[in-house]
């Protein structure tokens, strides 16, 4: 119910501070929509993860993910955007309202772009959530540096992991990749470096079992997923990198959802909510690239300013 007591009011709201959102920030900012980009954490998105971005068009020697978006980030505010740190909880609707609840109270708009993403899954073995911060980390780009010298995993077999186990190259004695398969999905090129790295050694078709210590991370519990045989590795740390989870709950009463939780949307953004667009990694079918982000978001913005022009007076 919109009250007295709502008291922030835009014309637009953005949800999320990766690629997708603030791509969309750059295109409402500029066509002089009000606009806030409500972002839980730091501005950048899971990008800011990445050693160096080199399929971003523009940067032909490649830009570190943290540059680049706060090179998107500068761009945005130069054109005016509002920014705000909340952690969105939830969406309603009531006529030409939309409803933003966050951890700051009720955010009011006309239209909303979801632009949340995605955030790493866990594992979800013993260990896990007692390790966490001592030793358990889904980011080597944050906490790699607390590895100087010391050995340390990985886990999972993609792009992120690839990246990560690179990454931690420059502090860590040694790297071990612990993958389920026997192949990795990563992108070939980026194979290769991780093959000529010295540091690292892959553990092929092996699952994490456990993860071991008292107050902090000394050992994995492996398990070979074809022999059923078990082992072990003694690390100080192990960085999960086994693939995403929407960052969607907020939404689930309101929108459209595939299984995994990612929103369903058309062509151009529209979800099944008149006034409610998504945008990114958190969009069904996604390619979860920068670039496509940046380009939902665009998109995005584009129709959300339609919409504001066409179905709302402003
Ligand atoms: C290690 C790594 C390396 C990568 N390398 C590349 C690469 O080389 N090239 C490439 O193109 N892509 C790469 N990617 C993928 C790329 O980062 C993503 O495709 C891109 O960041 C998606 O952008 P997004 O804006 O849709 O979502 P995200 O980047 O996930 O941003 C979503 C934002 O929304 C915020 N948020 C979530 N929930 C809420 C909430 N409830 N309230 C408020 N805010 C919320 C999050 O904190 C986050 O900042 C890489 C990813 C990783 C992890």
Known sequence: MVTEENKHSYELIIIG???????????????????????KLAMGGQITGAEKVENYPGFPDGVSGFDLTELMQRQASLWGLKTHT??????????????????????????VIVASGSARSKLGVPGEERLLGRGVSYCATCDGAFFQDEAVAVVGG??????EALALTRYARSVVLVHRRNELRATKVVQERLFSEPKVHVIW?????????????????LR???????????????FVATGLV?????????????????????????????????????????????????????????????????????
């Open 17 to 39: 501070g990766g690629p997708a959102g603030l791509s969309a920030g750059i295109y409402a900012a500029r066509g002089r929509i009000d606009t806030l980009l409500i972002e």
């Open 158 to 163: 993609g792009n992120a992991a690839v990246s």
């Open 224 to 238: 070979n997923a074809k022999t059923g045989e078990g082992s072990s590795v003694n690390v100080a740390g192990i």
């Open 86 to 111: 909340a952690d969105v909880t939830g969406l309603a609707v009531d006529s030409n309202t939309r409803i933003v609840k966050t951890s700051d109270g009720d955010f009011l708009c006309h239209a």
């Open 246 to 314: 929407p960052a969607t709950e907020f939404a689930t009463a309101l929108l459209d959802m595939d299984q995994q939780g990612h929103i369903i949307t058309n062509e151009v953004m529209e979800t099944k909510v008149p006034g409610i667009f998504a945008a990114g990694d958190v969009r069904h079918d996604s390619a979860k690239q920068c670039v496509t982000a940046a380009g939902d978001g665009a998109t995005a913005a584009l129709r959300a300013e339609r919409y504001l022009t066409t179905e709302v007076t402003r």
């Open 205 to 221: 078709d092996t699952v994490v079992d456990e993860i071991l210590g008292n107050d902090k991370v000394e050992k994995l519990r």
